[in-house]
């Protein structure tokens, strides 16, 4: 992790003697311990997708999100019933384990980070750690999240944040099996994204102005003409085409950010992942069709929120620093939709509350869902994490659980 003491950064980030985003953990659920049946079923049906199903399938494009759908769904309330019939829908598309070209081992690990058809070798490789360090997973992860001049925490947010996601739910369920394929992900999805956090040059790009709000920053992109007629939103390549063509417009607003207080400018940006989800669907459109890449703005927010208190001070401000960088990216390869904060505060909840949230999530017609049920999931923690007295998450979150039909 690079310094932060240059003179072009003083004021904008925090030195490092200085407390990062200092928050309490979540609930922690110990599955692996738990007795009761929906913990017990939901112990067992982790491991049997750890065993049974790769994490990257589909020409090695998708990720298996069984455990978060799992995960989400357990925590909203679901019976031990309701979890074997989501891994019975929900594992219909997944595909078992292939081979690797060869085994990883501890001295040639970072040899072959980024391929994807090394899956199984990395799965292998960090389960094998997993028995040699008397399965402590939480020192695994450590030993190869944080530790080296290029930390992999660095391109935890690569492949739209998936492998924070799952790390997440590895910590909050208390999962040595997530926490090792989380660790599988992060080896086969590790991108160039960790250079703009490792690199100082790309931080001491200058920025035309400065701001604390994210709600600012994001309005200022929105206005920016430089983004105009870059993508059409719908190119499965848009993220690598707004860092390969619009780079240093996009590192200008990223540098704008000044954080000058952590945990309330952490709490924005919470509040702008679910405005950014939930108010910019059409509403002239004949369907309410939600954003899928919008929705990673928010469930990788909501895994920010459970790690920060897991993590050193120091790579705690360099995450979200790299959560806003694949917004903002997001953000300009969905043509920067208008955020409408009124569209939320001004929803009619008609008596609706969490547990008609929770239902609707666990019973309705999405339940098998992952991005559905994880949208949801974080929005409520937002709630619970910073109190809700305008009921803006819970609104937030009746208009998607209700009114959602699917994805564009």
């Known amino acids: 992790m690079f310094s932060i003491s240059l003179p072009s950064l003083q004021g904008l980030w925090p030195s490092r003697s200085e407390k990062g985003v200092d928050i309490a953990s979540v609930k922690i659920h110990d599955i692996q311990n738990a007795q009761e049946r929906p913990a017990s079923s939901l112990r067992h049906l982790l491991k049997l997708n750890h065993a049974d199903n790769a994490v990257l399938y589909n020409g090695l494009r998708s990720q298996n999100q069984m455990s978060h759908v799992l995960s989400s769904s357990y925590l909203l309330g679901a019976t031990q019933h309701d979890l074997n019939r989501i891994y019975e829908v929900a594992g219909k598309d997944l595909e078992h384990w292939e081979e690797s070209p060869s085994e990883v081992c501890s001295y040639d690990w970072r040899d072959f980070l980024g391929k994807r058809n090394y899956q199984q070798a990395y799965i292998n490789f960090f389960d094998d750690e997993l028995v040699r360090l008397g399965y402590d997973w939480r020192q695994v992860v450590h030993d190869y999240l944080l530790t ?84 059409d939103g719908h190119d499965g390549n848009t993220l690598d085409s707004v860092f390969q063509a619009r780079e240093s417009e996009l590192l200008g607003h990223w540098n704008a950010w000044k954080i000058d207080d952590p945990i309330k400018q952490f709490r924005e940006s919470q509040e702008l992942a679910a405005a950014l989800f939930v108010s910019t669907t059409p509403k002239d459109s004949k369907t309410d069709t939600y954003s899928l890449l919008l929705v990673h703005v928010l469930t990788t927010s909501h895994a920010v929120r459970i790690l920060l208190p897991f993590l050193p001070a120091r790579f705690q401000l360099s995450l979200v620093r790299q959560w806003l960088l694949v917004t903002l990216a997001i953000y300009i390869a969905q043509l920067r939709p208008q955020i409408d904060l009124d569209s939320i505060r001004s929803f009619n909840l008609e008596g609706r509350d969490w547990k008609s949230v929770a239902y609707t999530a666990v019973q309705g017609a999405h339940a098998t869902d992952p991005h559905y049920l994880k949208a949801i999931r974080a929005l409520r923690e937002a709630a619970d994490t910073w109190g809700d007295p305008d009921q803006f998450y819970l609104k937030a979150a009746v208009q998607f659980a209700h009114e959602f039909s699917g994805w564009s």
Do not use: W
Not at 199 to 207: L, M, W
């Open 148 to 231: 080296g001049e290029k930390p992999l925490i660095n391109s935890m947010m690569s492949d739209l944040g998936h492998p924070i996601i799952h790390l997440a739910y590895a910590y909050e369920m208390s999962s040595r099996e997530m926490a090792t394929e989380a660790l599988g992900l992060a080896a086969t999805c590790y991108s160039d994204l960790h250079k703009y956090l490792e690199d100082p040059s790309y931080v001491q790009t200058e920025a035309a102005y400065h701001s604390a709000s994210l709600f600012e920053i994001l309005e200022r992109v929105r206005a920016d003409k430089s983004f105009d007629n870059l993508s």
